[in-house]
Each structure stands twice: as C-alpha cells, then as structure tokens.
C-alpha cells in the first residue's frame, strides 16, 4: 500500500480555486504509475463522496456530476503526484478532501470499490 500524504486545502472565497496535490511514496506494491488515483471528499453529516479519479499509467479521467467542468484531476507520475484542480468553488465543496489510490485499479474501480490506501485529509473549506 501506498502512503499518501495530501496538501494544498484550506480557505478560499466562493468563486476562487484551490489546487490540491496528493504525494505518494512507500508501499511494496509497485511504482506510483500502477495506481489508479483518485480524489474523495466528507463533510459531517454526510456520506463520503467521491470526486474524480484518474487511471493507471496516464489514464482516463472520471469525474462526479457534481464537479464535472469545475475540477480538474491529473497526474505526474514522474513525481509521484496526483493533483486536483478546482475552480469556480462553491460553498457545498466544503469537506476535507482525501486521496486514495488502488493497485492496478482504473478510473472506475476506484470509485465503486474500496481503495488500497488513504490519506489523512486536506481540509477545504469556501466562504460565500
């Protein structure tokens, strides 16, 4: 399993953007481009979410109804990094933002099943 750290969240006015970074290292599965990545959020009171994933390799990209055209998931495995960009942020993205990764998963496995591994959480939070 991968060790995921995330980074990146924190306050921003409705309408502004925030670009989350996920790094991975450890794990005795294999090298980063084998992961299928993915982004997750919570907020109190409410299910966990999930946001967008992205496949193994350089992967097609997957995305929920709810962030579709606003954010943005990519990666760099020469970096060991998945990123999140996100733009025209509203107040309903309020939650903490977790990464999770899933060994030879793809964009859509890692949504429907539960991911290897987990971060800690990055805590976004939009003002209006």
């Known amino acids: 399993q991968a060790d995921l750290v995330e980074s990146g969240g924190g306050l921003v006015q409705a309408g502004g953007s925030l670009r989350l970074s996920c790094a991975a290292s450890?794990?005795?599965?294999?090298?980063?481009?084998?992961?299928?990545m993915g982004w997750f959020r919570h907020t109190p009171g409410k299910e966990r979410e999930f946001v967008a994933s992205?496949?193994?390799?350089?992967?097609?990209?997957y995305y929920a109804d709810s962030v579709k055209g606003r954010f943005t998931i990519s990666r760099d495995n020469a970096k060991n990094t998945v990123y999140l960009q996100m733009t025209s942020l509203r107040p309903d993205d309020t939650a903490v933002y977790y990464c999770?990764?899933?060994?030879?998963?793809?964009?859509?496995?890692?949504?429907?099943?539960?991911?290897?591994?987990w971060g800690p959480g990055t805590q976004v939070t939009v003002s209006s």
């Open positions: 999770a990764a899933d060994w030879n998963g793809s964009e859509y496995s890692i949504s429907a099943s539960p991911p290897d591994s």
């Open positions: 450890g794990g005795s599965g294999g090298t980063f481009n084998n992961y299928a």
């Open positions: 992205i496949g193994r390799n350089n992967g097609n990209t």
